[in-house]
Every structure is written in structure tokens, then in C-alpha cells.
């Protein structure tokens, strides 16, 4: 595939927008855009990792919890209906 010039010289155009004050400042303001959305993809990032990890604990305390309620469901030896220290 051929290679397509570009009219615009890079270097140029930063040079003349150094010169020029509103370009600065627009070149400015894009860069700190620029800073800001990785700043905040990496924020992103972070908030998947931890709603992974509270996805997984939200598992364990429901299996917890699970296990719990069928332990209490089940009579402990002994307490059985007209064995107790009621019962008589």
C-alpha cells in the first residue's frame, strides 16, 4: 500500500502554535484532557476490579448464610419434642 503524504509538516504546525497564544492555550487545554480521561479510565479500571471482588465475597456470605440457616433448621440431639426439661 502506498503512503499517503501528509500536507501538514508536524513540526511546523507545533511550532506555530507555540507562537500563537490561542493555539497554546487550545493545545494546553487538549493535553489536559488528555491526562484527565486517563486518569479517570484508570479509575474505571479500578472500580470493575473491585466490584469483581465484592461480586465474590456477596457469594461466599450467601453460602455462609446458607449454611448457617440450615444448621438452625436442623434439632440439636437431645431437644427433641417431650425429651426436654419441659417435657412431663
Known amino acids: 500500500m502506498p503512503e499517503t503524504k501528509n ?3 508536524l513540526s511546523s504546525t507545533i511550532e506555530w502554535a507555540s507562537k500563537n497564544p490561542a493555539a ?3 493545545l494546553q487545554g487538549a493535553n489536559q484532557l ?3 480521561i486517563d486518569d479517570l479510565s484508570k479509575k474505571v479500571r479500578g472500580i470493575d476490579e473491585l ?7 456477596e457469594k461466599r456470605v ?3 448464610e446458607k449454611r ?4 438452625a433448621a436442623k434439632p440439636k440431639p437431645g431437644t427433641s419434642a417431650g425429651t426436654g ?4
Open 51 to 57: 466490584e469483581a471482588k465484592v461480586a465474590s465475597l
Open 68 to 71: 448457617s440457616r440450615r444448621a
Open 24 to 26: 497554546s492555550r487550545l
Open 85 to 88: 426439661p419441659t417435657a412431663g
Open 34 to 36: 488528555r491526562e484527565s
Open 62 to 64: 450467601a453460602a455462609i
Open 7 to 9: 500536507p501538514i509538516n
